[in-house]
């Protein structure tokens, strides 16, 4: 069964730094593209950064320079290093599969929250 | 950027079908997978490529995809189709995945 476990968040002041895991079972994470995706309490999904199985990675403008997406084959992990943190980073952040031809996102992870408050 | 635009809110009696748009620029040339979220849960896909069902989701739900609007079919909604709806697609000009705002379904 493919599974998908995120871990890391908490509350961390502003401009601090944290970083996230989603330990990936049933498949190996290098196998397919992988993503994280945010949600801001109350609010819709966010697409923060995504990572191919090449290697090539991708991020929002809102968390490029500041977050790096980044895995551990041997691990079969995938993390989320977010620096320089910001209120507005505030969110349930959700690791995600995709496809190995396609660009939609399945399963997910049940999701970590993240709280940048002082 | 690209910008997906879906109605805050649709509502629906149980039985009847309940239809969910996502507004794009030529969207029907994109393809469009939806999700569904349920309160206090992670996202569930269940539409891909505009029309496709993953594996255990109802036949109920169902998608198209044309000209400037997607729009995601619950047929015989449930009180259990109770949920907030995402569409989302890959924007080639940008490499960046979009999703639209959300839809939240209520069933009357």
């Known amino acids: 069964e493919v599974q998908l476990v995120e871990t890391g968040g908490g509350l961390i002041q502003p401009g601090g730094s944290l970083r996230l895991s989603c330990a990936a079972s049933?498949?190996?994470?290098?196998?397919?593209?992988m993503t994280w995706v945010r949600q801001a309490p109350g609010k819709g999904l966010e697409w923060v950064s995504l990572?191919?199985?090449?290697?090539?990675?991708y991020y929002a403008d809102s968390v490029k320079g500041r977050f790096t997406i980044s895995r551990d084959n041997s691990k079969n992990t995938l993390y989320l290093q977010m620096n320089s943190l910001r209120g507005e980073d505030t969110a349930v952040y959700y690791c995600a599969r995709g496809p190995k031809v396609g660009n939609w996102f399945d399963p997910w992870g049940q999701g970590t929250l993240v709280t940048v408050s002082s | 950027s690209y910008v997906l635009t879906q109605p805050p809110s649709v509502s629906v009696a149980p039985g009847k079908t309940a239809s969910i748009t996502c507004g794009g620029d030529?969207?029907?040339?994109?393809?469009v997978h939806w999700y569904q979220q349920r309160p206090g849960q992670a996202p569930v896909l269940v539409i891909y490529?505009?029309?496709d069902r993953p594996s255990g989701i109802p036949e109920r739900f169902s998608g198209s995809n044309s000209g400037n609007t997607a729009t995601l079919t619950i047929s015989r909604v449930e009180d259990g189709d109770e949920s907030d709806y995402y569409c989302?697609?890959?924007?080639?000009?940008?490499?960046?995945?979009?999703f639209g705002g959300g839809t939240k379904l209520t069933v009357l």
């Open positions: 030529n969207i029907g040339r994109k393809s």
């Open positions: 049933g498949f190996p994470v290098n196998s397919n593209y």
């Open positions: 990572i191919y199985s090449s290697g090539i990675t």
């Open positions: 989302q697609v890959w924007d080639i000009a940008s490499d960046h995945w979009v």
């Open positions: 490529s505009d029309g």
